[in-house]
């Protein structure tokens, strides 16, 4: 079941606009910190955070569980704000318990909803491409687990792909547990090196 061309073009579109406005605010909020010496070095910046306690832990984490969610801001954005914010251990923990959490939400809503959910999310284009993995007999977990291990495809689109598959909920949590440490790390790790050659400048 397929939605009107016109009703899930206004959709995507809808998503498109709310990705521009995320990055509009994080470029706002860099703007803003800067001016307050808030991004003079990591260590003010995670003083900052600090400040908040708990309660800017948990923001962070619900942060990361819309965004697997509703996917607003690229993954390895919120992904290098949590390790400059919260270090490299608590930074990683924090993106590991927020996108788990995320991911298995995200794949309670497809099971729930079905493939109209696709439909209502992502362009057509995108989902014929990934589509013919789950016309594939038996090799669609396997496609799936190397995806979530190695960060080669869109995550947030194929956890909701999952669910419109005969993929258990045993199957899936399995795969999102082990395989996101190391894609989370990757990323981190990665986006993280960038950053640090990008302050010194």
Known sequence: MKMQPKKQRNLTGFFNLLSIAGLAGCALLAIWAYKNGILNSVDSL??????????????????????????????GVSCLGGVIFFGPWLGFLYNYIGICIGSIAV????????????????SEKMI??????????GKFLKLF??????????????????????????????????GKPFSIALYSLGLTTAFKMLFSL
């Open 46 to 75: 995670q003083t900052f955070i600090w400040k908040f306690g708990y309660t800017g832990m948990l923001v962070f984490i619900l942060i990361q569980v819309v965004q697997v969610i509703i996917p607003i801001l690229p993954g």
């Open 145 to 178: 687990a190397l995806a979530i291990f190695f960060p080669v495809a869109p995550d947030d689109f194929l956890c909701y792909l999952a669910g419109t598959t005969k993929m258990t909920w045993k199957q899936f949590t399995a795969v999102i547990v082990l």
């Open 107 to 122: 794949f309670g809503i497809s099971k729930t909803i079905g493939r109209p959910v696709l439909y209502k999310m992502f």
């Open 128 to 137: 014929e491409k990934y589509d013919g993995w789950t016309q594939k007999d």
